[in-house]
């Protein structure tokens, strides 16, 4: 792509975004979609924040399963030899 083409692509891209913030912003009808949006969005954060408290408990449990099994397979941290296995994925 030239710089022309770049430039095109550019101003389009932001008269979409302009035309639709715009709608959403200063029409009616847009801001009745909006408002009904807002629950549904709120309910999306809340489900991804869960998610994501929900993923860093599997971590850790991950996290301390394998060092479980380190202990248990003696490659632990007082462990004799040195080893070349992984030890903590996380």
């Given at each position: 792509?030239?710089?022309?083409s770049?430039?095109?692509?550019?101003?389009?891209?932001?008269?979409?975004?302009?035309?639709?913030?715009?709608?959403?912003?200063?029409?009616?009808?847009?801001?009745?979609?909006?408002?009904?949006?807002?629950?549904?969005?709120?309910?999306?954060?809340?489900?991804?924040?869960?998610?994501?408290?929900?993923?860093?408990?599997?971590?850790?449990?991950?996290?301390?399963?394998?060092?479980?099994?380190?202990?248990?397979?003696?490659?632990g941290?007082?462990?004799?030899?040195?080893?070349?296995?992984?030890?903590?994925?996380?």
């Amino acid at each position: 792509m030239n710089n022309n083409s770049q430039a095109i692509a550019a101003t389009v891209t932001g008269a979409v975004i302009g035309g639709a913030v715009g709608y959403l912003f200063f029409t009616d009808h847009g801001r009745a979609l909006r408002r009904a949006l807002e629950p549904t969005l709120e309910d999306l954060a809340r489900e991804l924040s869960s998610f994501r408290v929900t993923v860093q408990k599997a971590v850790g449990v991950a996290s301390e399963g394998w060092k479980v099994l380190n202990e248990a397979i003696g490659e632990g941290e007082g462990s004799r030899y040195p080893s070349a296995h992984q030890t903590a994925p996380f």
